[in-house]
């Protein structure tokens, strides 16, 4: 009798039907395609993963970023939906680094002295410390001063505390100080607003961060200034016309809503009576007050870089926070300085280390089209002057920046609708930004990966990638299953996975079903081909200084893939992967003879090569002889190493082969099944 050899096409086909997608892949869970000299890409169970680090982490993870500190620690920042954490040298329990804020609400009590900068604030709500930074949420306005955006806490002592204020106050106030203050007039769209040495001027925007109700209308947010009759009055206009003549209604009923970025100092060493010097500390120094602890902040998704040694994180609409190893702070601290209060998200551009942050705002409304950067090597430093390299752009086109890296020679930003370059070319400008793609913008914060110097994304609608000249269509067979079973409401979530170790690119998304990820699809960049399969990964990063890929699940443990042979769920390791692919369906003969099949021989590796050969692998035949027709199934048989030839008894013209394996610690990697046949009558 004849013998045939079933050699597989790589790649996984979805979008054709199965018999169509003959001799070569139609479905595929938990495999990779490895490249071999022939053209071929032979199916292999994927590389198992194992628990990174014991704890599982109280929510759901969104970034990670892996780098090393000065006194080689390497380090694995953990952001998550309600902590920002550290695992130093792959070590548990966590250190956790979480920003935290108080908001107070008291009535204005601030002095000011006639000549100086030096602002004394008396705020019931709060215990303050030098490590602290404060914004006032509704502008203060005291003794000719402006007080808005974040002040360093330059004293403190009990509920009383000062700031420096960027110019010298032109009046002694004791007690004083006050917000906006709203009139309205029945009728009209324009509100008055008396707000003392205000300091705008047409055209200005200005925030409201405390909804105020007044006349009939509800303010709140940004707003542009309309006119300006003196400099302690100015006007707006509503989006509706007021019912009423109100006013004046100062804002948040005339009190200071205030948000203090609490840093938590170095834990203090053993006290006890007796220890200390008696006066220890200079005379009129002082020391710094101890650290009240705020509130954690949450987030629904982080974006971390290294700034040297130091990690800088920001959470999604959010202030940027530093946090350095080994130093006095023992949670992040935002950046200081003027830097902006809300973000969409953060990078670094390299070499000439300047944070990038998109979607950015100076006042508390977003402003999702902005670009903004810092001055270099200096992350305080985010207003342009005439002896900085800070500065700003607006990207012309698109609704919001979704997401922004830093390539090898540039940084790039993605609209939800076009690709924007960013070059460095130094002063004046600083950096020029040019639209290189169109229709082509990203899905999440985190669907964009590198590997070998291109650029791959996730768009609404397909997949691209980049070399450097502009966007690329990657053609994928597997369109179906992806964007026909994905979860609408949750792209955001869509997070990108490179191994450079194999040359893949993965996206994990949330199915129709699932609100988390739960699924994946995969691109081999060399093969130019994708399989798919169910696993669960929020955040991933490559191999990195911590050694191979490191993913978090959407159960909230940290995996290191590409260790061993198995699975880990929940925290446990060595798990059964189950491993699987089916084929499409291959005729068996092309004329109108049905094919008889009564051998059918294995070819494949039964192990890695170093260890043990005895992995079971179960192979299951589905025929038919018509596309349209009923499949019967003959399996699964077991195969292993021993296994010389499987005895069947197969009738038919078409045929689909599943393979599967559930075993633990071991690998396999499909070869060529061939098989006897004879021809058996017609049909």
Known sequence: MPHNTIKLTPGVETNTTLALNEAAYSSSALIRFLPERMGLGLAQKLGGWKTYINSQIPSSIRALKGWSDLNFNNLLAIGAESSLSVSINGGSPLTPITPQTTVTNPTPNFSTTSGSNLVTIVDAGITASTLD???????????????????????????????????????????????????TTSGSSIISTTFNNHGYNVGNSFYVGVATTLGGLTLSGLYTVLTVPTVNTFTFSAANTATSTAGPVFINSSNIKSTFYIALGPQPTGTGFGVGGYGSGGFGVGTTQPSVPGTPITATDWTLD????????????????????GGQLQNAQIVGGNGPLVNSGIFVAMPERQIIAYGSSFTLSPDPLLVRWCDINDFTSWVATTTNQAGSYRIPTGSKIVTGVQASQQGLLWTDLDMWAMQYVGLPFVYGFNKVASNCGAISRHCVGQLNGVIYWMSQKQFFMSGGTGAQSIPCPVWDVIFQNINTSYLYKVACGVNSQFNEVTWYYPSA?????????????????????????????DQSVLGSP??????????????????????????????????????????????????????????TYSGSQNATVQITFYVTNYPGDAVTAY????MTQATEYIS????????????????????WRLGAIRYRFQTDGKF
């Open 550 to 607: 490191i993913g978090a699940g959407s159960d909230n443990y940290l995996y290191q893939h590409e260790v061993g042979n198995d699975a880990a769920y929940n925290g446990i390791n060595g798990q059964a992967m189950l491993s699987s692919f089916q084929t499409g369906f291959f005729q068996l003969n092309d004329a109108d003879d049905l094919i008889f099949i009564d051998q059918i021989w294995p070819d494949m590796k039964w192990g």
């Open 513 to 541: 079903s699932s609100t988390e990820n739960d699924s994946y699809v995969k691109y081999n960049t060399v093969l130019q081909q994708w399989d798919y399969g169910s696993l669960g990964r929020t955040a991933w990063i």
């Open 635 to 638: 399996g699964p048989y077991n």
């Open 306 to 325: 290294n700034f040297g040694q130091d990690l800088v994180a920001c959470p999604a609409g959010g202030a940027i926070y530093y946090w350095q190893p």
């Open 133 to 183: 930074f404060v914004e006032f949420i509704t502008p203060v306005s005291v003794g000719g001063l402006i007080l808005t955006g974040p002040y360093a806490i330059f004293s403190a002592s009990g509920t009383t505390y000062s700031i420096l204020a960027s110019s010298l106050a032109t009046a002694t106030v004791s007690g004083g100080g006050a917000s906006y203050a709203f009139s």
């Open 648 to 667: 069947v008894r197969i009738r038919a013209r078409l045929m689909s082969i599943a393979v599967s394996s559930s075993d633990v610690g071991t690998f």
